[in-house]
């Protein structure tokens, strides 16, 4: 598991594109019959990629949690972006199509994750908190997270966002988790951009093209700066930072966060005419 520390706005702005990159951007999560983690120190988030091929992929203990299990003080939120897979937990197997989301909570002991074919895997994104308090382990398919239309196509941010984890969907601990669609002929995301110093977010990129790439934007909202990923490529952002994007093509994300508090809703928004 690699371990990544935090950096404040001050050192931020003084960093090259290749340190940027280096603190804030997770390459190579999803390699075949791998489990990569890395643990940023942003509100203790581990962020995580299964992609298994012949043989089932057992989450892993890490020396660093000081823990007997990696959710005895966890929680841990998981959705598809491949082919169909599986996902066992203490006993019990939750079948993940694409866009389809399962929550494991604190306690559960045993968790792995298999695909149903290994000419098309399963793409699984981790994303995991510290928690206080057991809820209980649950699947939700993308039809039933509540799809919200946002934007439109004159300003080329149509999409359509899906909330898996939250107040009125899965309950948890502390994490908040869903996805956004891009419509075809739009690329930005995430606008008016924000900031919420209340949570750290972590987004990752997926349906991105292997030629197109996606300009994700960082930073504070006077001091922004650019990092250029490409697909199932993620991003830490700190709570001080904005975090939006436009792509050389329509894509989608996954968004995962967690803080002080789990309201999606709450976001110091930024006038994009005031964005630097």
């Known amino acids: 598991m690699e371990i990544r520390f935090s950096h404040s706005p001050e050192e931020t702005l003084r960093m090259s594109t290749q340190e940027l ?50 959710l005895e003080r966890r929680e841990l939120g998981v959705i598809n972006v491949g082919g169909r897979g599986t996902v066992h937990a203490d006993g019990q ?3 993940l199509e694409k866009l389809d989301a399962v929550y494991l909570g604190k306690g559960t002991r045993e968790v792995s994750f298999a695909a149903v074919s290994p000419h098309d895997p399963p793409v699984f994104f981790l994303l995991s908190a510290p928690a206080h ?57 995430s606008v008016p951009p924000h900031t919420h110093t209340r949570r750290t977010e972590v987004y990752f ?4 093209p292997a030629a197109q790439r996606v ?45 002080e508090n789990q309201v999606y809703n709450d976001m110091d928004v930024v006038e994009v005419k005031s964005v630097l």
């Open 133 to 189: 308090a057991s809820y209980p382990n649950q699947v939700m398919k993308k039809q039933d997270a509540a799809p919200m239309q946002a934007g439109d196509d004159k300003n080329a941010n149509k999409r359509t966002i899906y909330k898996y984890i939250h107040l009125d969907g899965i309950r948890s601990c502390q994490l908040v988790m869903g996805l956004t669609m891009l419509e075809p002929g739009s690329v930005w995301n």
């Open 215 to 259: 300009f994700h934007f960082m930073g504070q909202p006077q001091e922004t700066r650019h990092l250029v990923m490409a697909n199932h490529e993620a991003v830490i952002s700190p709570p001080w930072s904005v975090h939006f994007g436009c792509g050389t093509s329509h894509y989608g994300f996954i968004w995962g966060m967690a803080g």
């Open 21 to 70: 990159r280096r603190h804030f951007l997770v390459q190579h999560l999803m390699q075949d019959d791998v489990v990569r983690l890395v643990y940023a120190h942003d509100d203790r988030l581990i962020i995580g990629g299964a992609r298994p091929l012949t043989n089932p992929l057992h989450l892993p203990n890490h020396p660093e949690l000081k823990a007997d299990y990696f």
């Open 93 to 95: 197997t939750f079948e």
């Open 205 to 208: 990129y997926f349906d991105v």
